[in-house]
């Protein structure tokens, strides 16, 4: 079973970065698409950017666009999130997901497995 690990989160000012990493174990990483949610206290978890096998295609939320990019390192297991001028509203807790389908699925239930999260606290 892939264990999903994040870690870069932490408090910024409006404005800053920040650069998610998220670690999967096993040996069938880059046989998956890869995804990043957040979900702030009280809500629901929102689709942020998902990525495909090799790396060549990416979807973003409405919200993230333009400012978030998703990247990921095969050859490490990794995927990334580079975050660039955030804002309060983008304070979150943020999960990497494993899709089992289209690099475009945006719902939770696409996923089918998770991160234990990392929070992103972005103060105004």
């Keep these: 079973q892939v ?16 650069r998610l990493s998220c670690v999967a174990s096993g040996r069938s990483f880059s046989s998956y698409n890869m995804g990043w949610f957040r979900q702030p ?3 629901e978890r929102e689709f942020v950017a998902g990525i495909s096998r090799s790396g060549d295609s990416t979807v973003y939320g409405d919200s993230v666009k333009g400012r978030f990019t998703i990247s990921r390192d095969n050859a ?4 990334f999130l ?3 001028n955030l804002k309060p509203e983008d304070t979150a807790v943020y999960y990497c997901g494993r899709n089992r389908g289209s690099v475009y ?3 939770p239930i696409e ?3 998770w991160g234990q999260g990392t929070q992103v606290t972005v103060s105004s």
């Design 3 to 18: 264990q999903l690990v994040e870690s870069g989160g932490g408090l910024v000012q409006t404005g800053g970065s920040l």
């Design 41 to 43: 206290p009280g809500t």
């Design 105 to 107: 699925a945006n719902a």
């Design 111 to 113: 996923y089918d497995a």
């Design 82 to 84: 580079q975050m660039n």
């Design 76 to 79: 490490k297991n990794t995927v």
